[in-house]
Every structure is written in C-alpha cells, then in structure tokens.
C-alpha cells in the first residue's frame, strides 16, 4: 500500500481543494480512503480541465482528450502531461487546483501502486466522467458568445448528471463491495442503482445552486420541457425582473432531488451498523445536501446573482457531531432525516401539473 509520506501530501491537495470530500476521505475506512482519494482527485483534475475559461473550448477538449489516454495506456505519457498542465496550470486563479495540477504525477504514482482490479475500477470512473464533459463543452455554447442553450428535456438531465456524478456513485459502491467483507450481502445490481441515483442526487443540489453562475457560461441544466411546461421562457429566465416566476420550476427539481436523496438515504441505512465510518462518510453529504436545499426552496428568487447558499462551517460540524453519536441507531438517523427532508418540503410550493413535472 502507498507510503505515509505520500498520503500526506494528498491530504494536503484534498484539504485545499475540497474542505467537506477532505473530511469525509478521514472517516473512511483504510482500506478504501486511498483508492477514493486519488479517484476524486483526478475527477477534480478533469473538472478544472473542463472549467479553464481561459483557455478556448477546443483546446480543453483536447486536453480533456490528452488527461483519459493516460487511463487506456499502460504508463502515464510523461510529456504529453508536462504539456497539459504546463497549458492548464498557468491560467489557474485558485492556487489549490493549480497545486493539484502540478502534481497530478504524485496521483498517478499512487494509483499505479493500488492493485489491478482497482485500478480497473478508477480508470472506468474517469472515461466515463470526461466523456461526460467533453459532451457538455461541445453542446453548450462559449461564454464568450453570449448565447445561452437549455438541455431539452429530463432524460437529458439525468443522462448529464449520470455522466458527471451517478458514475462516481457506481464507482464508490464497488470499490467498498470488493474491499470491505462485511458488504457482501449486498445486492450488487440494486445497490449500484442506489448508488447512482445518490451521486444524482448531488449533482441536481450543485446545479440547482449555481443556476446564474452556470447562465453567465451559457449553459442551463433547467430542461426547456420543464419551462415551456410552467409557461417560461428561456429569454425570460434572463432578465432580473421575472426570475421570481422560475420558483415552480426550481421547486420541481427540487423535489426531483429529494427523490435520488431518498435513495440515498435508503443506500446509507443499507451499510451495516458496524461500518460506521462507512455509514457517516455516506450520511454526512445527503443531510448537509437537505441543509442547502433547504436555503434554496426559501428563494424568492432561485437564480439570483450572488446568493450565498453555502452551509456555514460551524453548521456542518454541527451537522456531523450530531450524526456521530446516533450513527448506529437506525430509528434514530431516520428521525433526525426525516426532519430536515420536512424542513424542505414546507417550503415548497404545492405541486401543479406544469411547474412540478418529474
């Protein structure tokens, strides 16, 4: 297994560049912690390949292109990587995803020493997860033209939110199956629905709180079926005065998402009462998910510049010290669940045939 002095350094790229991942990787089990580590550091890699702004749409493609040849090759391509990240690296404002990029070779130096069958495992994770994006940069417009296209219709959400997080759901769910002995009375089949259908979850709660950052780069993930469904328009959906009128739309998805919550609720309680940890690295995002989903069902307006939806730190330790102490109390997580799910709930709208679809 990789050395001490390696997981430091990991750790100290993790902490940077993702505060709430950094501290779910430590409740982990062992036996799993670095396996995932690497994995969502490479997925944050081919994030900010995908998200350099800086850099035209054709050249993040190619080095989207460039980043998954070195999972289909049997080494790393040395100099088509210095490449990369010499392209990348250079434009990042974020000195913590610069740092990751600069040191990507650590990562690929600890994934070459996990065994065959996870390296399998990671490499299916990554094809899959940059494809997506690669579908997503070519389908939207540029920023720069100042255009803006929606997705048409549901199953295209779910197809991008599959691509983008309901893989990594899969990808956890045999990871932990192949390393931890007391999951093997899992169904595999069900259990890797489940675990998709929680990583949708998330990324729904992602784009439902970054609605106006993801319009200035053209995109909308609110389906147009669901708009024209409520009576909007996507002209309108930019212009301040009637973004108020969006709230049935965001409602709805919202109460898409509490759906994939549900499911991920039901993969959590599913984990043996005495993988703890396993228990509360699984909880700790859906109820902190229920928090800020939460915020926005309270919007007046859901696609407001600026709007802080971001959970205070103090609230999420809070979150996670509570949770610690009933994680073996299936009766117990259940309530305290059920009563963030209602704080959600009431403050949605009530549901209509147009607004509320799904």
């Known amino acids: 297994m990789p050395g001490k002095s390696i997981h430091r350094e990991l750790n100290s790229i993790l902490k940077g560049v993702s505060r709430s991942f950094y501290l779910t990787l430590r409740v982990l089990p062992a036996s799993v912690r670095s396996q995932l580590g ?4 490479f997925c ?42 010499s392209r990348v690296g250079a434009p990042q404002e974020i000195s913590a995803e610069r740092q990751l990029l600069l040191r990507i070779g650590e990562c690929f130096a600890l994934y070459e020493q996990f065994r065959s069958s996870d ?45 983008v997080a309901g893989c990594v759901g899969e990808f956890w769910t045999e990871l932990v199956m192949a390393h931890i002995p007391s999951l093997s009375c899992w169904q595999g089949d ?23 950052g993801d319009l200035s780069r053209g995109r909308c993930y609110l389906p147009m079926e669901r708009l024209e469904a409520a009576g909007r328009s996507l002209d309108s959906l930019l212009v301040a005065e009637s973004r108020a009128s969006f709230r049935p739309v965001m409602h709805g998805l919202i109460r898409e998402t509490l759906g994939h919550y549900r499911a991920g609720w039901k993969y959590t309680i599913s984990i043996p009462r005495r993988q703890a940890r396993l228990r509360l690295a699984c909880a700790w995002p859906l109820l902190i998910g229920l928090r ?6 309270a919007l007046e307006d859901p696609c407001a510049a600026g709007v802080v939806t971001r959970i ?24 305290y669940y059920s009563k963030m799910e209602r704080r959600v709930l009431e403050r949605l709208l009530p549901e209509t045939g147009g607004g509320e679809g799904g």
């Open 38 to 41: 690497v994995a969502y550091l």
């Open 44 to 85: 944050r890699c081919a994030d900010t390949i995908a998200d350099t702004s800086l850099l035209p749409v054709e050249e993040r493609l190619e080095h989207l292109k460039i980043f998954r040849r070195q999972f289909e090759v049997d080494e790393p391509e040395v100099e088509a990587l210095a490449g990369m990240i």
């Open 119 to 163: 390296r399998k495992l990671i490499r299916t994770l990554v094809t899959t997860l940059t494809r997506g994006m690669e579908t997503d940069l070519s389908r939207f417009p540029s920023a720069e033209s100042g255009e803006v296209e929606a997705l048409n219709d549901d199953a295209e959400l779910d197809l991008y939110c599959y691509h």
């Open 190 to 212: 069900s259990m890797r629905q489940l675990g998709a259908r929680f990583g949708k979850g998330l990324q729904l709660t992602n784009i439902l709180r970054d609605i106006d």
């Open 292 to 297: 800020t989903l939460a915020l926005l069902a």
């Open 312 to 335: 205070p730190r103090i609230e999420v330790y809070w979150i996670m010290g509570r949770t610690a102490d009933m994680v073996y109390f299936n009766s117990w997580l259940e309530r």
